[in-house]
């Protein structure tokens, strides 16, 4: 099988990635100043917008999906979910990743011993089981906890809602195996054979990655970029587009 592929603009190679539930139309409020800079990949993830879903919830499947629709090299932009497959798509296959940009993106998702600065193993549970008997309604669900307590937080969710029916909607199974992989994707200890340059981008009222992660961040990068937008959710590029942008940018060598 093969993802649903959208290029447009000229330059340097950029992969984007969405993040669960989502799909490529996600991406709207960056693509025009991005391809004026860039040649864009915009990848739909396995079982999301127009992509059949994997055989299985196998990281490794997901990210040669993504490396086999991708460009020889390239600098790599992820969001949440998509933004594990990039960084797991650094780890795997160095000479293909130049560098990565990370938004709303944390190397575990759920809480473990000595790992507090994630979302409760009960939290994804609860989705899981919800998921199967309402996928519509859990999607929702997941989609309002991006924005809450956020700035624009109504407008966000708007937006958010109207960028998803753009796409056609992710499958039962696809959601089922993306959630499965936030919940055992672990890519702590690969942070330190990480060989490109990598910046992270949170919002600072992010209530699925919380703002604890960027200290935990230094102990396993210690040069890393990591950037806090004020005020911003889980999805900063929507609710703060245009400072996004220009910190993606910059941290994409395009200014």
């Given at each position: 099988m093969s993802l649903y592929t959208q290029r447009l603009g000229y330059g340097p190679d950029l992969v984007l990635l969405h993040g669960w539930g989502m799909n490529a139309a996600v991406w709207e409020p960056l693509t025009p100043g991005l391809a004026e800079r860039f040649r864009l990949t915009i990848l739909e993830l396995p079982g999301h917008g127009g992509s059949a879903p994997a055989a299985t919830a196998d990281l490794s499947e997901w990210v040669g999906l993504c490396l086999a629709a991708a460009p020889a090299s390239a600098h790599w932009l992820g969001w949440s979910l998509g933004g594990q497959i990039a960084l797991a798509a650094a780890l795997s296959a160095p000479g293909r990743v130049t560098g990565l940009s990370l938004v709303g993106t944390t190397p575990r998702f759920v809480q473990d011993e000595g790992w507090s600065c994630a979302m409760p193993i009960e939290t994804f549970e609860q989705f899981a089981a919800a998921l199967h008997g309402d996928?519509?309604?859990?999607?929702?669900?997941?989609?309002?906890l991006q924005v809450r307590g956020a700035e624009h937080a109504r407008e966000t969710?708007?937006?958010?809602?109207?960028?998803?029916?753009?796409?056609p909607t992710a499958s039962e199974l696809g959601l089922s195996q993306g959630l499965e992989l936030l919940l055992r994707n672990d890519l702590r200890e690969g942070l330190r054979e990480l060989a490109c340059p990598s910046h992270w981008l949170f919002g600072s009222r992010d209530t699925l990655v919380p703002s604890a992660l960027q200290?935990?961040?230094?102990?396993?990068?210690?040069?890393?970029?990591i950037e806090e937008i004020g005020g911003a959710g889980h999805a900063p590029f929507l609710s703060h587009p245009y400072q996004s942008l220009e910190t993606l940018m910059r941290t994409t060598g395009a200014i």
């Open positions: 996928p519509g309604a859990t999607l929702s669900r997941f989609l309002s969710l708007k937006q958010l809602r109207a960028e998803l029916a753009q796409r200290g935990r961040l230094r102990d396993y990068l210690p040069d890393a970029d």
